[in-house]
């Protein structure tokens, strides 16, 4: 692998870092140490599941892996036509914040299943990569 640079975001504490290496980075905030940090490299969608309301699907849940093979839980419901963000869980630990500046930007491959998946016209932090 050649030598790359990523921009990590911590869901935690918020800080955002530029990691360089010829592997992806750890998977560990530098300023707070929390796992809770953006996937490495691609991220992989094992699987999901959607919870009907009715005719019009509700609610989806998306199981994905990065590069690193860490596991990463995203709940989504459709609140107004906009895909929120209820809960991420990375690896075995929740992210609790709830500060707008730690919101993560969304994977292309979780931005795709989500649009597939709920009847909605925006997903705030989309990628568009």
Do not use: W
């Amino acid at each position: 692998m050649s030598t790359a640079s990523e921009i990590i975001q911590c869901y935690d504490c918020g800080e955002s870092y530029q990691y360089l290496g010829r592997q992806h980075h750890p998977g560990e905030c530098p300023t707070c140490n929390s796992h809770c940090v953006s996937p490495a490299g691609e991220v992989s969608i094992l699987t999901t599941v959607d919870v009907s309301a009715g005719e019009e699907i509700s609610m989806v849940a998306v199981l994905a892996i990065d590069e690193c093979r860490r596991r990463y839980l995203y709940h989504f419901s459709n609140t107004g036509g906009e895909a929120r963000l209820l809960a991420l869980r990375v690896g075995d630990q929740t992210v609790r914040s709830s500060n707008e500046s730690t919101i993560p930007a969304l994977p292309a491959a979780i931005s795709s299943v989500v649009k597939e998946y709920l009847p909605i016209t925006s997903i705030p932090h989309d990628s568009k990569d």
